[in-house]
């Protein structure tokens, strides 16, 4: 199921309950998990969808800038993934949920999970194209992969962040993530590149609407 649109940028669409902010698009209204600076200038209208097959060469640009503009980010390095055919791009996103953000139609920003072996949902690959940061779309990524881990039945979301990566790191702390402790190298095969860290946010469980409480249990 799409995920609905998000019209920003036009303050008066927009509603405050508590610290959540709601912004409205058409009929419908998108939940943000944080309240953006005052000062925050939003794109004028963005659609987060996730990627299909087809649009591989969507997911291929986007991963190739992203390489470019940020090589210490990732542990993946621009001519390795220059090399890649279509099939391999395709490959990729057949065992993955790659998400885009589109400002009017045009990608800048994107993000994908990979189903973990214990159950968790691992984000990676977030990156947003320079003029877009700072106006909360990497937030409404974030958004979208901890809503689709818990539709896949996940009550944890993990990401791996670079040592440097300061503002990385307050992102997903502003969406729950916490450090855990574990770090490994960006890359094995090159460990002068650095050390990443784990961040992981931990959801509780889902309650069915059906379930029957204990007696004396209050919800």
């Given at each position: 199921?799409?995920?609905?649109?998000?019209?920003?940028?036009?303050?008066?669409?927009?509603?405050?309950?508590?610290?959540?902010l709601y912004v409205r698009s058409g009929g419908s209204r998108s939940r943000l998990s944080y309240r953006p600076a005052a000062d925050t200038i939003l794109p004028a209208m963005v659609d987060i969808a996730r990627l299909g097959?087809?649009?591989?060469?969507?997911?291929?640009?986007?991963?190739?800038?992203?390489?470019?503009?940020?090589?210490?980010?990732?542990?993946?390095?621009?001519?390795?993934?220059?090399?890649?055919?279509?099939?391999?791009?395709?490959?990729?996103?057949?065992?993955?949920?790659?998400?885009?953000?589109?400002?009017?139609?045009?990608?800048?920003?994107?993000?994908?999970?990979?189903?973990?072996?214990?159950?968790?949902?691992?984000?990676?690959?977030?990156?947003?194209?320079?003029?877009?940061?700072?106006?909360?779309?990497?937030?409404?990524?974030?958004?979208?992969?901890?809503?689709?881990?818990?539709?896949?039945?996940?009550?944890?979301?993990?990401?791996?962040?670079?040592?440097?990566?300061?503002?990385?790191?307050?992102?997903?702390?502003?969406?729950?993530?916490?450090?855990?402790?574990?770090?490994?190298?960006?890359?094995?095969?090159?460990?002068?590149?650095?050390?990443?860290?784990?961040?992981?946010?931990?959801?509780?469980?889902?309650?069915?609407?059906?379930?029957?409480?204990?007696?004396?249990?209050?919800?």
């Amino acid at each position: 199921m799409p995920l609905p649109s998000c019209r920003a940028g036009d303050l008066s669409n927009q509603s405050e309950t508590d610290d959540i902010l709601y912004v409205r698009s058409g009929g419908s209204r998108s939940r943000l998990s944080y309240r953006p600076a005052a000062d925050t200038i939003l794109p004028a209208m963005v659609d987060i969808a996730r990627l299909g097959e087809q649009e591989w060469n969507v997911y291929r640009d986007l991963r190739l800038a992203s390489l470019q503009e940020a090589p210490s980010a990732f542990g993946s390095q621009l001519a390795a993934e220059r090399d890649r055919t279509e099939a391999e791009w395709r490959d990729r996103l057949e065992h993955r949920t790659q998400f885009v953000a589109r400002e009017e139609g045009r990608p800048i920003a994107t993000v994908g999970c990979l189903a973990e072996a214990e159950g968790a949902v691992e984000l990676v690959s977030m990156w947003v194209a320079p003029p877009a940061r700072g106006t909360g779309v990497a937030d409404l990524l974030v958004d979208a992969v901890v809503a689709e881990a818990r539709d896949q039945g996940c009550e944890t979301t993990v990401v791996w962040v670079s040592e440097a990566n300061e503002p990385a790191e307050r992102l997903y702390v502003r969406h729950g993530f916490l450090r855990t402790g574990r770090v490994k190298p960006v890359d094995v095969d090159h460990p002068v590149r650095g050390v990443e860290f784990e961040m992981r946010r931990v959801d509780p469980p889902r309650r069915h609407p059906w379930a029957v409480l204990p007696r004396g249990k209050a919800p």
